[in-house]
């Protein structure tokens, strides 16, 4: 009899096992963009996507699932042995399409209900299955030695689902170079203005405030609507980088935030250049 238990507790814990996310990726309100550093990957979103908000209960979530997911990936074939997310995703205005992107362990996934599909000459993998009567749209494509996959349903039916999806999926391959390699751009560095209205900002963390051992954000943001602020500029700090920085921006006010990947507030300082 106990052995029967033993085999049922280790069937449910396995049954139970929970989806790893991969470490170290981010998203920064104000820029449309996916970054993981571990992996060395930019993956492009819309402007839509924001860091996760519990207050909205929407945003990009770096380490769980929204409710539903997990058993989406079940339906897919995408099991905790074989998949890693990066990150799962609802916008924070309509319409709310959900995005789940993932990698596959080890390169292995299984392919034999795919169908290869091109865009711009670039070849991907794409499947649809329908689920509870909502359209989920699979897509895998190569990033370098990775196969990189990207999951589009909305929990309302609507006609152009998939369009979006298809231009998800350009704005990705896209940037995938001819050697097999990705770019990986973990900064926004660039504001035009006329050269007449550009101004210099240098940014050095106080020595308490540094964090240790762990990537950073120096954060910068426009400031001059009092009623909401706009990302000008902002760029990762390494582990073992001096967390000082220097930018041209527009002349203004701006407010400038030291955070961690998760957006924990270390240090922040208002200027004006």
Not at 31 to 55: G, I, M, R
Not at 148 to 168: C, H, K, M
């Amino acid at each position: 009899m106990w052995k029967l238990l033993v085999l049922f507790g280790f069937l449910l814990l396995v049954g139970c096992k929970s989806y790893d996310f991969a470490q170290n990726g981010y998203v920064i309100n104000g820029d449309p963009y996916y970054q993981n550093v571990d992996k060395k990957l930019t993956l492009e979103l819309f402007e839509d996507y924001a860091v996760y908000a519990s207050t909205l209960g929407k945003g990009v979530r770096t380490d769980v699932l929204y409710p539903g997911q997990r058993k989406l990936l079940k339906r897919l074939g995408l099991s905790p042995s074989n998949t890693e997310i990066l990150f799962s995703a609802e916008p924070i205005r309509t319409p709310f399409y959900r995005v789940i992107s993932y990698v596959a362990k080890d390169n292995i996934i299984d392919t034999s209900a795919y169908v290869p599909h091109y865009l711009d000459g670039q070849r991907y993998l794409f499947r649809k299955i329908v689920s509870k009567g909502i359209d989920v749209f699979d897509a895998v494509f190569p990033v370098g030695q990775k196969s990189i996959g990207l999951i589009y349903y909305s929990p309302n039916i609507q006609d152009t689902a998939y369009y979006d999806f298809e231009r998800l999926i350009r704005n990705n391959i896209r940037t995938a170079r001819k050697d097999g390699g990705h770019f990986f751009l973990p900064d926004k560095t660039h504001i035009p203005c006329g050269d007449e209205h550009v101004g210099n900002i240098e940014v050095e963390i106080p020595q308490e405030k540094r964090l240790k051992g762990i990537y950073a954000l120096i954060n910068i943001y426009n400031i001059a609507d009092t009623d909401k602020r706009k990302l000008a500029v902002y760029t990762l700090i390494n582990p073992d980088q001096l967390p000082l920085v220097a930018f041209k921006v527009c002349k203004g006010r701006y407010l400038i935030e030291y955070t961690d990947l998760k957006h924990n507030l270390i240090w922040s300082e208002e200027r004006e250049i």
